[in-house]
């Protein structure tokens, strides 16, 4: 199993930044790619970001390119989220996941990020 842990969300005002962190522990050595998702209230959970474990290579949903990054330290077994120029519609509830491949695809408990106008 892989257990996920994110942090970093919080209460910003618009225009501001956060960056999350997703810290994953257990048969890391399995993960594929892992990602961020995203649920505001009354809508579904919608795609973020993405990152492969073992290169590196992001992907980003394209309303959110220029504004969100994502990297991976593997070092420390954790992918980030950084969010700059926050708007009110970004306010969402923040899931990191982690995809295994054969052996499934686990969530953290999400973190909460809300953006004041």
């Known amino acids: 199993q892989v257990q996920l842990v994110e942090s970093g969300g919080g209460l910003v005002q618009a225009g501001g930044s956060l960056r999350l962190s997703c810290a994953a522990s257990?048969?890391?050595?399995?993960?594929?790619?892992m990602g961020w998702f995203r649920q505001a209230p009354g809508k579904e959970r919608e795609f973020v970001a993405a990152?492969?474990?073992?290169?590196?290579?992001?992907y980003l949903a394209d309303s959110l390119k220029g504004r969100f990054t994502i990297s991976v330290d593997k070092s420390k077994n954790t992918v980030y989220l950084q969010m700059n120029s926050l708007k009110p519609e970004d306010t969402a509830i923040y899931y990191c996941?982690?995809?295994?491949?054969?052996?499934?695809?686990?969530w953290g408990q999400g973190t909460q990020v809300t953006v004041s106008s």
């Open positions: 996941n982690a995809d295994t491949g054969t052996l499934g695809i686990y």
């Open positions: 257990g048969r890391t050595f399995s993960i594929n790619t």
């Open positions: 990152i492969t474990w073992t290169v590196g290579t992001p």
